[in-house]
């Protein structure tokens, strides 16, 4: 019996250690057969068109899949990073997309997709549509984040931990000349590329020289030529007004009215370009109303270079003060079946109103942080996000900078203006940094007077704060379903409806500019005094 | 007749038990110094073959690491940020959580170093070496990345904080614009990523 006892522990270890090492071994070759798996990925990837399929209609990216390497492969997120890394997709909880979200088309397809080898996405049904994440609302800022206006690179993730990426726009990989009986032929290639591959999918034979007009200087990057070994198609603008020409660059006396843009696309072979042109306006100028051509009003040819030219006609309504406006934009055609882009361009500056008459002070604007929020972000997500068309902004985020040497004191009564041709409106600060936590929402409720008595936002020499702007019309206000966020009013408190309707905006360019209320102590000993300072506006389209 | 002189002695009853006594009572020993060697054997080895299986079940890639240009002062030369973001995609075969976070400059500096026993504000020390320190969200002690490719599932992205803003960064820690770093992410049992990058605002 304690032999039969002894032999069970004995062999009760032994199967232990046993399954253990069974265990260990499945473990072993299971890491083994990821590590194998993932070296043998490989995913060629093609970015084809920029569409209106998808809704938001501008700014989205098509990507197609190829799985070309020797295992499968499963598609777990897809994200859009710029040259310098910084994610510039934008999805509802992250900018890694992993699919629609409520009725949303972050992405056309939910992942994870499973890609066989030897097998695209094409045909498969399954190209992946990117939305840039802008205009899914018909009230959303108009530039930022959209994909066409930067080089951008689309990655995939796969559930191997493989990232594979391609650059949009194409780049020009190769530019090779040769000397053939008979004259010198160009041979231009785009290419899509992965992370490992890189693959020509069409190649383009031209006759004769590339170049400007001949020349071969890599510098020359006139309106009649191209520049070589960059990219396939350049942009050159020139903006006007009346009783002035392009080359003037005109600097002053136009107080509003119509700025013709000409836009001039010059490449190396024949194409059908478009073009999308954003008019920047700076200081208190609200945004440009007008478009351009959908085909070019004229076109010629000079051996191998052909060049279009577009006209465009803006309509400029002076703002309150003064300010720039200047236009960029880029040029957009299909080569052998591939989505070719432009660089961006950028025109010359003109001058609407006075500039001198802007008012100065200590706070610097960075109108590129400028974001807002929605009932869909509530969560504290600090991105800017897009939402629903049934959703309303709940608020407007910038950055200041006290660029002055003393410490100053932001107060209540500091606004955010839409400086409207048919009618202003304001939104009123509200507190700083919001928690976004429950309804504990920031206010300056209670403030009275100035400093030390008052309250504000205290901003050290140097220092940038954000500011926070409500919109006064709270989300889903009227109904019965929803937060009901009941920001922006009056000096910051929250009980005074007396704001602008961000329900009344149409579809419309506008001029935001800040009116920074701020107090300042002149000396140790001395009391607050108050001033104000209209920060320089900046445009925003809303559709 | 000489007297016969009678011995005592247990019967062969009594012996018979006493040794079946002596018998259990030393093979209880026995079989209870097998069952705890035994038992101390296997507890070790399972421990040393479960640290084994889940480091080899262990795995994850850093999808991207960014410097979010909003927190990045000023916008010419001398450009430096205050805040690294870490994307980080499970694709082991385990539910993970991450040991630590550590970023070491050009120069061999360890810059940051934040563990799972980092509060919400990391204390001074010979990383982040003077205000209140850097700090992290999610904290990594409750932050867990699942696996697989199942819907919805996207890389987990940290944000590591320091303590500097639009003021100079001449005596603190903070992230330059141009500069080399190196960022390794050491996981619950022990995986170790790492990527090396050059900060970019």
Same mark, same amino acid.
């Given at each position: 019996?304690?032999?039969?006892?002894?032999?069970? $522990?004995?062999?009760?270890?032994?199967?232990?250690?046993?399954?253990? !090492?069974?265990?260990?071994?499945?473990?072993?070759?299971?890491?083994?057969?990821? =590590?194998?798996?993932?070296?043998?990925?490989?995913?060629?990837?093609?970015?084809?068109?920029?569409?209106?399929?998808?809704?938001?209609?501008?700014?989205?990216?098509?990507?197609?899949?190829?799985?070309? /390497?020797?295992?499968?492969?499963?598609?777990?997120?897809?994200?859009?990073?710029?040259?310098?890394?910084?994610?510039?997709?934008?999805?509802?909880?992250?900018?890694?997309?992993?699919?629609?979200?409520?009725?949303?088309?972050?992405?056309?397809?939910?992942?994870?997709?499973?890609?066989?080898?030897?097998?695209?996405?094409?045909?498969?049904?399954?190209?992946?549509?990117?939305?840039?994440?802008?205009?899914?609302?018909?009230?959303?800022?108009?530039?930022?984040?959209?994909? =066409?206006?930067?080089?951008?690179?689309?990655?995939?993730?796969?559930?191997?931990?493989?990232?594979?990426?391609?650059?949009?726009?194409?780049?020009?990989?190769?530019?090779?000349?040769?000397?053939?009986?008979?004259?010198?032929?160009?041979?231009?290639?785009?290419?899509?590329?992965?992370?490992?591959?890189?693959?020509?999918?069409?190649?383009?034979?031209?006759?004769?020289?590339?170049?400007?007009?001949?020349?071969?200087?890599?510098?020359?990057?006139?309106?009649?030529?191209?520049?070589?070994?960059?990219?396939?198609?350049?942009?050159?603008?020139?903006?006007?007004?009346?009783?002035?020409?392009?080359?003037?660059?005109?600097?002053?006396?136009?107080?509003?009215?119509?700025?013709?843009?000409?836009? *001039?696309?010059?490449?190396?072979?024949?194409?059908?370009?478009?073009?999308?042109?954003?008019?920047?306006?700076?200081?208190?100028?609200?945004?440009?109303?007008?478009?351009?051509?959908?085909?070019?009003?004229?076109?010629?040819?000079?051996?191998?270079?052909?060049?279009?030219?577009?006209?465009?006609?803006? !309509?400029?309504?002076?703002?309150?003060?003064?300010?720039?406006?200047?236009?960029?934009?880029?040029?957009?055609?299909?080569?052998?079946?591939?989505?070719?882009?432009?660089?961006?361009?950028?025109?010359?500056?003109? &001058?609407?109103?006075?500039?001198?008459?802007?008012?100065?002070?200590?706070?610097?604007?960075?109108?590129?942080?400028? =974001?807002?929020?929605? &009932?869909?972000?509530?969560?504290?997500?600090?991105?800017?996000?897009?939402?629903?068309?049934?959703?309303?902004?709940?608020?407007?985020?910038?950055?200041? *900078?006290?660029?002055?040497?003393?410490?100053?004191?932001?107060?209540?009564?500091?606004?955010?203006?839409?400086? =409207?041709?048919?009618?202003?409106?304001?939104?009123?600060?509200?507190?700083?940094?919001?928690?976004?936590?429950?309804?504990?929402?920031?206010?300056?409720?209670?403030?009275?007077?100035?400093?030390?008595?008052?309250?504000?936002?205290?901003?050290?020499?140097?220092?940038?704060? *954000?500011?926070?702007?409500?919109?006064?019309?709270?989300?889903?206000?009227?109904?019965?379903?929803?937060?009901?966020?009941?920001?922006?009013?009056?000096? /910051?408190?929250?009980?005074?409806?007396?704001?602008?309707?961000?329900? $009344?905006?149409?579809?419309?360019?506008?001029?935001?500019?800040?009116?920074?209320?701020?107090?300042?102590?002149?000396?140790?000993?001395?009391?607050?005094?108050?001033?104000?300072?209209?920060?320089?506006?900046?445009?925003?389209?809303?559709? | 007749?000489?007297?016969? %002189?009678?011995?005592?002695?247990?019967?062969? @009853?009594?012996?018979?038990?006493?040794?079946?006594?002596?018998?259990?009572?030393?093979?209880?020993? #026995?079989?209870?110094?097998?069952?705890?060697?035994?038992?101390?054997?296997?507890?070790?080895?399972?421990?040393?073959?479960?640290?084994?299986?889940?480091?080899?079940?262990?795995?994850?890639?850093?999808?991207?690491?960014?410097?979010?240009?909003?927190?990045?002062?000023?916008?010419?030369?001398?450009?430096?940020?205050?805040?690294? +973001?870490?994307?980080?995609?499970?694709?082991?075969?385990? #539910?993970?959580?991450?040991?630590?976070?550590? #970023?070491?400059?050009?120069?061999?500096?360890?810059?940051?170093?934040?563990?799972?026993?980092?509060?919400?504000?990391?204390?001074?020390?010979?990383?982040?070496?003077?205000?209140?320190?850097?700090?992290?969200?999610? @904290? @990594?002690?409750?932050?867990?990345?699942?696996?697989?490719?199942?819907?919805?599932?996207?890389? @987990?992205?940290?944000?590591?904080?320091?303590?500097?803003?639009?003021?100079?960064?001449?005596?603190?820690?903070?992230?330059?614009?141009?500069?080399?770093?190196?960022?390794?992410?050491?996981? %619950?049992?022990?995986?170790?990523?790492?990527? +090396?990058?050059?900060?970019?605002?």
């Amino acid at each position: 019996m304690i032999f039969g006892i002894l032999f069970t $522990a004995v062999i009760t270890y032994f199967y232990f250690q046993s399954s253990s !090492n069974l265990s260990l071994a499945q473990a072993n070759a299971s890491a083994n057969l990821a =590590r194998q798996q993932a070296s043998h990925e490989n995913l060629q990837l093609g970015i084809f068109n920029v569409t209106n399929q998808l809704s938001p209609a501008y700014g989205n990216l098509w990507l197609n899949i190829t799985n070309v /390497g020797g295992s499968p492969s499963t598609v777990v997120a897809v994200f859009v990073t710029n040259s310098a890394g910084q994610l510039v997709s934008t999805g509802p909880t992250s900018p890694y997309l992993t699919g629609p979200y409520s009725g949303l088309n972050y992405l056309n397809v939910t992942l994870p997709l499973a890609v066989p080898v030897g097998v695209s996405t094409t045909s498969m049904g399954k190209d992946i549509g990117i939305s840039s994440g802008i205009k899914q609302s018909p009230k959303a800022f108009d530039y930022l984040d959209d994909f =066409r206006h930067q080089t951008v690179y689309v990655n995939v993730l796969t559930a191997a931990g493989n990232t594979f990426s391609i650059q949009f726009p194409h780049p020009l990989t190769t530019t090779t000349t040769t000397n053939l009986p008979g004259g010198t032929t160009t041979t231009t290639s785009w290419s899509t590329s992965s992370s490992s591959t890189s693959q020509t999918i069409s190649s383009v034979s031209t006759s004769t020289s590339v170049g400007c007009n001949g020349q071969t200087d890599t510098t020359c990057n006139t309106a009649s030529g191209f520049l070589v070994g960059t990219n396939s198609m350049v942009v050159q603008m020139c903006a006007w007004y009346s009783g002035t020409t392009c080359q003037s660059s005109p600097t002053g006396g136009f107080d509003g009215g119509t700025v013709t843009l000409s836009v *001039t696309v010059t490449a190396g072979i024949a194409v059908t370009p478009t073009v999308v042109i954003m008019p920047i306006p700076t200081g208190t100028v609200p945004q440009p109303t007008g478009s351009c051509p959908s085909s070019p009003s004229s076109s010629t040819t000079t051996g191998s270079t052909y060049e279009y030219t577009f006209t465009c006609t803006y !309509n400029v309504l002076q703002g309150n003060i003064g300010g720039t406006i200047t236009f960029i934009g880029y040029s957009v055609a299909t080569v052998g079946g591939s989505q070719v882009t432009s660089a961006e361009s950028t025109s010359n500056t003109i &001058t609407v109103g006075n500039l001198a008459t802007e008012l100065t002070g200590p706070l610097s604007l960075d109108y590129t942080s400028f =974001r807002f929020y929605s &009932t869909s972000n509530q969560g504290g997500n600090p991105t800017p996000v897009i939402t629903a068309s049934q959703n309303k902004f709940a608020a407007f985020s910038v950055k200041v *900078t006290n660029t002055g040497n003393a410490t100053i004191i932001i107060l209540q009564y500091s606004y955010l203006q839409f400086a =409207r041709v048919s009618q202003e409106m304001d939104f009123y600060i509200i507190g700083g940094a919001p928690s976004y936590s429950g309804n504990t929402f920031p206010s300056f409720s209670g403030c009275s007077g100035l400093p030390p008595s008052g309250c504000g936002i205290t901003v050290a020499v140097g220092a940038t704060v *954000t500011l926070y702007f409500a919109a006064c019309q709270p989300m889903n206000q009227g109904s019965s379903s929803g937060s009901g966020w009941l920001w922006g009013s009056n000096y /910051g408190n929250s009980n005074n409806p007396n704001c602008g309707t961000f329900n $009344a905006l149409g579809a419309e360019g506008v001029n935001a500019l800040i009116v920074a209320n701020f107090a300042e102590q002149p000396g140790p000993t001395k009391s607050w005094v108050s001033f104000s300072q209209t920060l320089p506006g900046f445009g925003i389209y809303f559709t | 007749m000489a007297h016969l %002189k009678r011995r005592h002695a247990v019967s062969e @009853l009594m012996g018979t038990l006493l040794m079946i006594g002596i018998t259990l009572v030393a093979g209880a020993a #026995v079989i209870g110094w097998v069952n705890g060697q035994a038992g101390a054997s296997e507890q070790a080895y399972g421990s040393n073959v479960a640290a084994n299986v889940n480091y080899l079940r262990e795995h994850f890639v850093i999808v991207n690491v960014q410097f979010p240009a909003a927190d990045c002062w000023p916008t010419t030369q001398s450009q430096y940020c205050s805040q690294m +973001q870490i994307s980080i995609y499970n694709n082991g075969a385990l #539910v993970d959580s991450i040991s630590s976070i550590t #970023v070491v400059d050009s120069g061999g500096a360890l810059d940051v170093n934040l563990t799972s026993s980092t509060s919400a504000s990391h204390p001074p020390g010979a990383y982040c070496t003077s205000g209140s320190g850097c700090s992290i969200t999610p @904290l @990594l002690s409750t932050a867990t990345m699942t696996t697989g490719a199942t819907t919805g599932n996207s890389p @987990l992205t940290f944000t590591v904080n320091l303590p500097i803003s639009a003021s100079a960064c001449s005596t603190l820690v903070c992230f330059n614009v141009g500069s080399f770093y190196t960022v390794q992410v050491l996981g %619950k049992y022990g995986y170790l990523a790492q990527v +090396q990058l050059t900060a970019s605002g």
